[in-house]
């Protein structure tokens, strides 16, 4: 990236070479008429499992082009998969701009005039020895396949404030049908309703940290019709009420 020539040059590198340095992730670069939108996904890892890494992975990508051009600058958009509601306004004094959470995906959207900045760090004979080598690596790393059980969870997460967490809404987002979708969970020792279960169980455990959060708040946000049904489920994983832990969490929180 550090050898293009200009910002949108060295986005177009991360993208296609990303995946030398973490084969996880996905980046698509989506042009709009004002500027462009670098959209972030990651492949076999459910959400929940990787919330700082999808925070940092933005951070680090908006430091190097403040790096690389010598100039603070700011993107035009940054959005979150997941859900926040605390430390959001550093992450906003961080980055410049409003920060969304709780977003259809992962972005970061930078003007034209972003794009078009120089890099003081430019090296065309560098990019030039470089490219072969990074070509021979990315190849190498094409191949990679997440897990069946790890692309439901990021569905299921997307869909359930919305109470559509079903297997046929997920098959038909994961583009299979819902016969293969059922197939592969079984291949890999489960199946849809268990897979619900264990993602609201370990989002319930994050939401719970979550000071700001409402007990009605976090049952929404798993997708429980009222606070009832996320009391029943809550106790049948863990043997206690979701209030009960939450006191037993602040009480083990460093003072």
């Not at 995946?19 to 959209?39: C, F, T, Y």
């Not at 919330?51 to 010598?70: D, H, M, P, Y």
Request: charged content about 20%; glycine content about 6%.
């Amino acid at each position: 990236m550090s050898a293009a020539e200009n910002v949108s040059e060295a986005l177009t590198l991360l993208m296609h070479y990303c995946r030398i340095v973490n084969e996880s992730v996905r980046l698509k670069l989506a042009p709009q008429p004002d500027g462009m939108l670098v959209d972030s996904s990651f492949s076999g890892i459910a959400r929940p499992r990787i919330r700082q890494n999808a925070e940092f992975q933005l951070a680090v990508v908006v430091q190097a082009i403040r790096e690389f051009t010598g100039l603070n600058v700011c993107p035009t958009r940054v959005a979150c998969a997941h859900g926040r509601t605390t430390d959001v306004k550093e992450f906003e004094r961080f980055f410049g701009c409003p920060v969304e959470f709780a977003a259809s995906s992962d972005q970061i959207g930078f003007s034209n005039e972003t794009l078009a900045l120089p890099l003081i760090t430019e090296d065309p004979h560098l990019l030039e020895t470089l490219r072969p080598f990074c070509e021979v690596a990315a190849r190498a790393r094409n191949t990679t396949h997440g897990t069946m059980r790890a692309a439901v969870e990021n569905e299921i997460q997307r869909l359930l404030p919305h109470g559509r967490a079903r297997a046929e809404i997920v098959a038909k987002a994961l583009a299979v049908s819902s016969r293969t979708l059922t197939r592969r969970l079984a291949e890999e020792g489960t199946n849809f309703a268990e897979v619900v279960d264990g993602l609201r169980r370990s989002l319930a455990a994050q939401y719970l940290h979550e000071s700001s959060f409402t007990l009605a708040q976090i049952g929404w946000l798993l997708g429980y019709e009222g606070p009832t049904s996320f009391h029943h489920a809550f106790k049948r994983w863990t043997g206690r009420s979701p209030s009960l832990a939450r006191s037993e969490t602040r009480l083990l929180a460093p003072g």
